[in-house]
């Protein structure tokens, strides 16, 4: 595509809806595309790569409509020469100005592009600019619409999703071709499956919250284990699972429910999940998820001291973390642990004592991340009324690099601050004893495969690596895009996208059909 790709219209690939042509019926075909990012982070990290599962439930839906769908990985793969009918682009903060470049390159081409997911639904009059339609919020219950249009033509402006009951979500089984089609150690783990949306936290710094909902929407149980044991008598899946809800503790009537249903059906699947730590606080609970196959959690622990966890408006208790850990531990669970640093009461001593705080209550897997005021949410808001933010390329927010002015040290120190929480935290003497404990406290075989994550972040986390070869131009934000995100991020987080999209056209898409939260 420009300079990379020869591109050649796909000789199935008409800009019609499916119909009859003599005995042949022609089906649309739509890309959908997961835009590259080179600079750190998790999907370069073995164990932590992730599949495309929002791409993936767009392709269903669309297939349900009579689509062909091709999903499109640019980490892993180079972009299609053939030209589909419709590109759909989703897209993270991080992502945003590589997804924009994309669709610039389809649009000249003749291609119309809807973009989608958590950046451009936060600022869709900054998407809207580089493609022909967008999507704010969830797709299920709009996509049919946008499909529609494309195929007649008309396809244009805003479509706003809603927060629909998971009932019509698809299932693992409609997923399958999909992962059959993904070669067998591109992702790790290999399956993801989402049994909750939304989330009852209010975390200053969260976007998810702005995306999907407070609250949450829960996947029937029962439904969720049957899709398992079809997939489990399909494939191998014996180990390799993420439940990729937001907290997949927080109702715990529900969690009880699930995880009751998965040790009846005594499924070959050991899977991850991530949670507040409050979970280790219930033991049949923390029981049921070993009977049930559960590998590790990953807990957001976030801070090790109580004032700038207040400054996050997260209400977890630093003095509680040992004992919560190793009730875990008790279960041969492993535990992650992800971290924030920078936080305004956070000084030049929060590295080292955040690594060693870690280190003693027993984390297995560490993450150190930078604070990121990402658009739209509190963090956000509170930064641009002070005026410390001073870089708006969205390529760089990547969790590790600063984009704003810290209170207590400057943003180079913070910047080598986090890369020298990785480096010390996976230092090869740590790694080793860490190792021995953890075959004394986990299965050995989950065990091995910590250690192999945990080389996997000391190589990923070893240097800073820039987005710099995702786009041709750094990015630039326009004025009036800011303007309206800094009004957007001002709103409670259910109302933030929907206000985004308004300051757009002025409400004239809003749906008829209310918003719904709940089980």
Known sequence: MGGEHRLIRATRGLRHAPAAVGSVCVVPVIHLILPRSTANGLHHVWGHRMVPLGLMT???????????????????????????????????????????EIAERYR???????????????????????ADAVVVGEAESILPEVLRDAASGTMSGLYRGSWDDMAYTPTLDELGSFYDQFPAMRYWPQYSIQSTRGCRYNCDYCSVIRINGRGQRHRDPGVVVDELRRRTQRTRLTAGLFFTDDDFGSELDWTMELLTAMAAAKLPVKWAAQTSIGIARNEELLTLAREAGCSSFFLGLESVTRASLKEANKKNRP????????????????????????????GPDVFDDTVDFADEIGVDVGFFSVLTPLPGTGTFDRYWQEGRIFDFDWSHYSLLRTVFEPAQMTAAELDAGVLRAFG?????????????????????????????????????????????ADTAEP???????????????????????????????GGAGRPSVPVTIGR
């Open 319 to 346: 003095n509680e973390y040992a004992e919560l850990v190793a009730r875990i531990h008790e279960h041969r669970i492993g535990v992650e642990g992800g971290f924030v640093l920078g936080f305004d009461t956070d």
């Open 424 to 468: 010390r935290f996976y230092g090869r003497r740590r790694r080793a004893r860490r190792y021995a404990r953890q075959l004394r406290q986990l299965p050995p075989d989950y065990a091995t495969v910590l250690a192999l994550v945990g080389h996997g972040f000391a190589k990923e986390y070893r240097r800073r690596r820039p987005a710099t």
């Open 475 to 505: 990015f630039q934000v326009h004025p009036d895009d800011l303007a309206q995100l800094a009004v957007t991020s001002q709103a409670p987080a259910s109302e933030a996208i929907w206000l985004a999209a308004d300051q757009v056209d």
């Open 58 to 100: 767009i392709g269903a839906l669309a297939r349900r409509e009579g689509w062909d769908a091709v999903v499109v990985d640019e980490n892993h793969e180079s972009l299609p020469k053939e030209l589909p009918d419709l590109v759909g682009i989703t897209a993270w903060t991080l992502f945003a100005p590589r997804a924009y």
């Open 108 to 130: 000249a081409l003749g291609v119309p592009v809807v973009l989608g997911g958590a950046h451009p639904s936060l600022l869709p009059g900054e998407a809207l600019r580089h």
